[in-house]
């Protein structure tokens, strides 16, 4: 099982920036998908979630900003991010909600894509 | 400031056993599971405990979890330096309607 994230960069605040995550090794429709980041030297940060029928979960301080989609056909996951701000900064990682052990464990974590936000 | 609590670091001596803290409210420990997660240096943080006590396949049984009432613990027994790293619970929060992570606790193997 893997899941690649990709689309990350370095971008100015209020830009916007797409991202990515591929997943492979599993059956990806009928899979919850989170995105959970981590800035830099700092903990863990749940950004939102989609579940296996498309309906997004967003955490409070980013809700209205992004967008959690999924393309089933593709495996893919992604997080569109606009008005972006300097504490968005960090590396964002996709991860499978329950896939493999029962409730809403993170149980398998992409490697992650680093954002910043910097002018 | 994170909704769940946890002490910023702990330590402990090859063998020893030592336990982590984690404290919530009724809306997130009190009303539903907790995660554990184990983060090492530069790697994605990895699932070590899903629903309370039970352990993905693979983690080892030196690893487990409880929980009571508004307090979650993580015990590891039989500390090896390989355990040095980073952890975190989680859990689902009623009221927020999210997903929330404690600050994590940094482990040191002396």
């Known amino acids: 099982e893997q899941l690649v994230e990709s689309g990350g960069g370095l971008v100015e605040p209020g830009g916007s920036l797409r991202l990515s995550c591929r997943a492979s090794g599993f059956t990806f429709r009928g899979t919850w998908m989170d995105w959970v980041r981590q800035a830099p030297g700092k903990g863990l940060e749940w950004v939102g979630r989609?579940?296996?029928?498309?309906?997004?979960d967003y955490a409070a301080p980013i809700k209205g900003r992004f967008t959690i989609s999924r393309d089933d056909s593709e495996s893919t996951l992604f997080l569109e991010m606009n008005s972006l701000k300097a504490e968005d900064t960090g590396l964002y990682y996709c991860?499978?909600?329950?896939?493999?052990?029962?409730?809403?464990?993170?149980?398998?974590w992409g490697q992650g894509t680093t954002v910043t936000v910097s002018s | 400031q994170s909704v769940l609590t946890q002490p910023p670091s702990t330590s402990g001596t090859p063998g020893q056993r030592v336990t982590i803290s984690c404290s919530g409210g009724?809306?997130?420990?009190?009303?539903?599971?907790v995660y554990w997660y184990q983060q090492f240096p530069g790697t994605a943080p990895k699932l070590l405990i899903y629903?309370?006590?039970q352990r993905p396949s693979g983690v080892p049984d030196r690893f487990s979890g409880s929980k009571s009432g508004t307090t979650a613990s993580l015990a590891i027994s039989g500390l090896r330096s390989e355990d040095e790293a980073d952890y975190y619970c989680?859990?689902?929060?009623?009221?927020?309607?999210?997903?929330?992570f404690g600050g994590g606790t940094k482990l040191t193997v002396l």
């Open positions: 009724t809306s997130n420990i009190g009303n539903d599971y």
């Open positions: 629903k309370n006590n």
């Open positions: 989609i579940s296996d029928d498309g309906r997004p």
């Open positions: 989680a859990g689902w929060d009623a009221i927020l309607s999210g997903w929330v």
């Open positions: 991860t499978t909600e329950g896939r493999f052990v029962s409730g809403g464990g993170k149980d398998v």
